[in-house]
């Protein structure tokens, strides 16, 4: 497993949050970070290709990921020593070493070259992690500056309840203050610039009455 600096302060945040907590993420997670395996199925991966995910936490993504696309390679980048302890001894578990290697950087600012020997992906995709990176709209212009030429950045993360009613919303909100979530009101917007910026095409969907947002970005034609 490749590392390089850190910022201090966020790495042991993080590492304090899930010491105990990566233990049973994947059962208590399932029931609400919703949206997920929809954002696996539309990665449509090309053959051979190269997929990165930033924030992979416990591996569960990118494990379901590697097993729906059998012909790809798996990179996976964490700030959490702690996560990706757990995500390595699951993807050993599954037989995937050959085929995800994995990295402690920040998501905001990472060096794909250095830490995994590969400067561009054909597909980035980040699930229920911006929410939790302070500065998350360097994740964003990062990721699209690791894409390949044609590559797409996949996202799905909790959006603004909006269809759901207000009380919902509070408590949701108070629950995920405790885990130092904050659902990002200015996702879409900033995507949206981004994708000008890059010159790329754009698709949003909210999903559950907007308890997730799903988007995806694609480079080139």
């Known amino acids: ?25 994947d059962l208590t997670r399932k ?5 997920r ?34 012909d790809a390679h798996f990179f996976g980048l964490d700030i959490s020593a702690e996560m990706l302890e757990t995500a390595g001894k ?11 290697m994995l990295a402690r950087g920040d998501a905001t600012d990472f060096n794909t070259g250095a830490l995994y020997g590969i400067e561009r992906f054909d ?3 980040v699930s229920y992690s911006l929410s939790m990176i302070p500065g998350w709209e360097k994740t964003i212009s990062a990721a699209l500056a690791a894409l390949a030429p044609t590559g797409s950045l996949h996202i799905v993360d909790f959006g603004q309840q909006e269809g759901l009613p207000g009380w919902f ?6 629950w995920l203050k405790k885990f130092h979530v904050m659902p990002r009101e200015s996702l879409r917007g900033v995507l949206e610039s981004e994708s000008r910026r890059t010159g790329a095409t754009f698709r ?4 559950y009455r907007g308890y997730a947002w799903l988007a995806v970005i694609k480079l080139g034609i």
Do not use: K
């Open 1 to 25: 497993m490749s590392t390089t600096e850190l910022p201090a302060s966020h790495a042991e945040l993080m590492d304090g949050v899930y010491r105990w907590q990566r233990h049973i993420y």
């Open 37 to 70: 395996d929809r954002m696996i199925a539309g990665l449509d991966v090309p053959p051979g290709g190269t997929v990165l995910e930033l924030g992979c936490g416990t591996g569960r993504n990118i494990i379901l990921a590697a097993r729906a696309y059998p």
């Open 169 to 174: 919303r509070t408590l949701l909100r108070g």
């Open 204 to 207: 949003f969907r909210t999903l």
């Open 123 to 125: 597909r980035i995709f």
């Open 31 to 35: 029931y609400y970070l919703l949206g």
């Open 90 to 100: 699951a993807i050993n578990r599954e037989g995937l070493p050959d085929r995800v």
